[in-house]
């Protein structure tokens, strides 16, 4: 029996219990428990009735199955699979009093592990030391607890990969670089202080800490990505000094950089460094201090949060004739000079993103866009577009209802013709951008706002305009006024000879479901009516 047959078969007899998930991602799949190779363990709940925990099994392409297990194949099965688990997830509280002689299982049978999450409190601390202390190969940590911090810098040799969820002072960040000589990848999440939280266990004269801060000055030359998350509350220089070869810095956000963090930003030591990630510096002009800091650098890719105009005009000063990816990130609404800049000012950019956390995409009025159409755009190197912003015909608040100033606008009116225009060429624009390979649109796909418009128009208005993309592989249609109708898929079917994923609303069900199993079964769709979460993916701080 295969998972999803399993799915189908027993899922919904169990879709009452009401029990949350103890996943067991599985490498293969043998037989319904007979026997599970585990790559990847997530123990995510301590609720064990009768001391039977709840296991949801899940395979990578994302079927699922459910079973209640009693205690004894809890057992047997980590008994049996424990040693195959290389990845293991705590992540909830097990506050059960039966959860002990399940958890003791993990660390006695889990001891081939490279990895370990440990993100949220749990009664039974002592479970994490004992599998740190068995399993002295983990390459990559992620834990929010300084004690299981401290104990791994005494026991994880081998570590590459190391997620820190909470404060650490700059001495303590040091001191992880030295007893990591391996680590590739440093995440801080909370502040960089001023003050230290891990304890020196070992005492030595003043001297010889000197003569060790000099000598290690140098500690992690594997270190490639160092992340700092959060606010940096002290000068950080100490700790970039020992990062010569990192390719990928998330700089921390900072009232006023330090002049000396901005001596060893100037003094060479980051050659290698291309992508660079100022989500929390907000402040226009320390970002700007910190680009004339690093003009020598190839930088490549950047991502910046709530940018101004001014702001990225700073960034294609310095490094707008390198620069390949670039990605905007806005907690509002994303304004429209930034995009004017974008689309004209980076000549090698192969990858522009914007992304807003507001429930409503930017609105370009008519005078934004006549700006975006006559700006000349240089970015024909482009392959991956997503400007969550769409198009309208008037300044106030009535465009939804085709009325400026209250007043309706009848299809003759000048400012009609005007917009449509403005449209088709914008359109045009993008489909002049010939090695596009990801697309995201809101409105101007659909040509004009009125209910009834013919498909015909549509096509010749809006998506027609882009049968010049034939590289194209991903495609998302936002705004859902206007839904897409089968003459529009055969157009796209035979235009977009390479499209694998299209997302778009209002598919999932009906003749258009029908005609995409029939006619284009290799095209993966995904309903956005159906979708609620952000994608995370394309937000890369």
């Known amino acids: 029996m295969d998972l999803p047959e399993l799915t189908r078969t027993i899922a919904p007899h169990l879709s009452a219990c009401g029990l949350q998930a103890c996943a067991l991602v599985c490498k293969t799949w043998h037989a319904a428990f007979q026997p599970l190779v585990w790559s990847t363990l997530i123990v995510n709940h301590g609720y064990f009735p009768l001391g ?51 958890l003791g299982l993990l660390h006695q049978h889990c001891t081939s592990l490279k990895g370990l999450e440990y993100l949220k409190p749990m009664s039974n601390d002592d479970l994490v030391d004992k599998l740190i202390a068995r399993n002295p190969r983990i390459k990559s940590l992620s834990t929010y607890k300084i004690a299981c911090l401290q104990q ?50 070992d005492i030595s004269t003043e001297e010889e800490d000197r003569s060790r801060w000099h000598s290690s000055l140098s500690s992690s030359p594997s270190l490639k990505r160092l992340s700092m998350l959060s606010s940096a509350r002290a000068d950080i220089s100490p700790i970039l000094e020992r990062c010569p070869n990192i390719e990928w810095l998330q700089f921390p956000g900072m009232q006023t950089v330090w ?74 609404s994303i304004p429209e000079n930034p995009l004017v800049v974008a689309l004209s000012q980076f000549p090698a950019l192969k990858s522009l993103i914007m992304e807003t956390l507001s429930l409503y995409c930017t609105r370009l009025k008519l005078p934004d866009l006549r700006e975006l159409i006559n700006q000349p755009w240089s970015c024909s190197q482009l392959e991956h577009l997503d400007i969550p912003v769409t198009l309208e015909r008037q ?51 659909k040509g004009r706002y009125q209910p009834g418009c013919d498909v015909t128009w549509r096509l010749s208005a809006g998506l027609g305009k882009l049968q010049g993309l034939r590289h194209l592989e991903g495609l998302y249609l936002g705004y859902p006024q206007h839904k897409l109708e089968i003459t529009e898929l055969q157009w796209m079917k035979q235009h977009f000879v390479r499209l694998k994923k299209l997302e778009v609303c209002g598919i999932e069900d009906g003749p258009l479901h029908d005609w995409l199993h029939d006619h284009w079964p290799e095209l993966s769709v995904v309903d956005l009516n159906k979708v609620n979460d952000l994608d995370d993916d394309l937000i890369d701080y």
């Open 259 to 332: 002049d000396a963090t901005l001596n060893v930003l100037r003094s060479g030591l980051f050659s290698r460094l291309t992508t660079l990630s100022c989500a929390c510096l907000k402040d226009a002009d320390e970002f700007e201090r910190v680009l004339q800091a690093i003009p020598h650098l190839q930088l490549r890719n950047v991502s910046l949060c709530d940018p101004a105009a001014s702001t990225i005009q700073a960034l294609a000063k310095y490094h707008g004739q390198r620069l390949e990816r670039l990605n905007l990130f806005y907690l509002l």
């Open 52 to 102: 039977a925990p709840h296991c949801s099994v899940t395979r990578r392409d994302g079927c699922a199955a459910d079973a209640l297990c009693k205690h004894c194949v809890w057992e047997r099965s980590v008994a049996h699979n424990g040693h195959h688990v290389r990845h293991l997830k705590l992540e909830f509280p097990f506050n059960d009093p039966q959860c002990p002689e399940c």
């Open 152 to 201: 791994s810098m005494a026991v994880l040799s081998h570590l590459t990969k190391l997620d820190f969820r909470g404060e650490l002072g700059v001495q303590d960040v040091v001191s992880v670089l030295e007893a990591f000589p391996r680590l590739q990848e440093l995440s801080i999440s909370g502040d960089i202080v001023d003050f230290q939280r891990l304890v020196v266990s």
């Open 395 to 445: 300044q106030d608040a009535h465009i939804d209802a085709g009325e400026e100033n209250g007043t309706p606008l009848s299809q003759s009116d000048p400012a009609v013709a005007e917009w449509e225009q403005a449209q088709t060429l914008f359109m045009e624009r993008l489909g002049a951008l010939t090695r596009l390979r990801q697309i995201q649109l809101w409105g101007y796909w």
